[in-house]
């Protein structure tokens, strides 16, 4: 019998599928985050994703720092596998937020720049008043 994602995951998915490329680099980041570390056979059991997409995007994904990895050791003759960990969606969306901020700021200082200075400055609150 197969097993269907929760319509929770679904929908988590859809909402970190905003902050990231793609509907499977979604799929990976919920799965491991949800799991608090995963190897890549792990990954692809749980994600039902192809293992040449899941070692792709892992790969990606690692280089775009949005999961980092761990060696894992082994007793056996061979590579080390690695744990592949999330990074907080907190971090995830202060990215996003650094992103919409720069596109912002381009498009309101595309008229009344004047002598090289900036006409607006748009930055996004946080809730610690931290920008």
Do not use: F
């Not at 650094?98 to 946080?126: P, W």
């Amino acid at each position: 019998m197969k097993k269907t994602r929760s319509p929770i995951d679904k929908n988590i998915e859809t909402a970190v599928h905003e902050l990231l490329d793609s509907r499977a680099e979604s799929r990976i980041y919920v799965y491991v985050l949800r799991k608090n570390g995963a190897r890549s056979d792990d990954i692809i059991n749980g994600t039902k994703l192809h293992p040449s997409t899941v070692r792709e995007l892992l790969s990606k994904m690692y280089t775009q720092k949005v999961i980092y990895r761990q060696k894992i050791k082994t007793e056996t003759i061979g590579k080390n596998p690695y744990l592949y960990c999330a990074v907080s969606p907190i971090i995830l969306l202060q990215r996003r937020v650094k992103i919409i901020e720069s596109r912002l700021n381009k498009i309101a200082n595309l008229t009344g720049k004047t002598n090289g200075n900036k006409y607006v400055q748009i930055t996004i609150d946080h809730p610690e008043g931290k920008p």
